[in-house]
């Protein structure tokens, strides 16, 4: 009986600095995925930096029809999601500087194509409120009214706790 708990100590005791050893390579497995993450986002961000200064140097040479193909390469590249907000303020950017050109047809297109890209309500509802000022730039009152309704529903829709939340 002695030897058998001297063995399970000499075991114990041979496994504890690998079970260790083990545990210190998965923490620094994940640190170095999280900091790889975090470069490719920093990446990511600066191409977007990038994308934003050429878009608005198109639009101020009036180069209109290379605004949706920039700004569809900010979109392109996939941001976390926390990020969405920065995708909205980028789309209500361009917005404002094609709604000062006259360029208001350009700009429901980029707001279009932010609503195909964009996932969160809350950028939904702010992108739909966008709709409805270009809309109202044209004395386009009734589709401005139905748009802002859309902005509505989807504010509403945001204030809900998720379903995953609840579980």
């Known amino acids: 009986?002695?030897?058998?708990?001297?063995?399970?100590?000499?075991?114990?005791?041979?496994?504890?600095?690998?079970?260790?050893?083990?545990?210190?390579?998965?923490?620094?497995?994940?640190?170095?995925?999280?900091a790889a993450s975090s470069d490719e986002v920093l990446a990511k961000l600066q191409a977007a930096a990038i994308q934003?200064?050429?878009?608005?140097?198109?639009?101020?040479?009036?180069q209109f029809q290379s605004v949706i193909p920039e700004l569809k390469k900010i979109l392109d590249l996939t941001l976390p999601q926390e990020y969405e907000l920065y995708e909205v303020q980028e789309i209500q950017s361009v917005v404002q500087e094609l709604r000062e050109k006259q360029q208001n047809s350009l700009g429901h297109a980029v707001v279009d194509l932010g609503l195909k890209y964009l996932q969160e309500d809350k950028s939904k509802s702010s992108l739909y409120l966008l709709k409805s000022q270009l809309y109202r730039d044209t004395r386009q009152i009734r589709e401005a009214l139905e748009v802002t309704e859309l902005a509505r529903k989807f504010y509403q829709s945001s204030l809900r706790p998720s379903r995953l939340q609840s579980q």
Request: proline letters at 2%; aromatic letters at 8%; charged letters at 15%.
């Open 52 to 62: 934003h200064e050429t878009i608005a140097l198109l639009i101020e040479q009036q």
């Open 1 to 34: 009986m002695r030897l058998s708990r001297n063995v399970i100590l000499f075991l114990w005791l041979s496994l504890a600095p690998w079970s260790l050893w083990a545990q210190s390579q998965q923490e620094t497995r994940s640190q170095e995925i999280q």
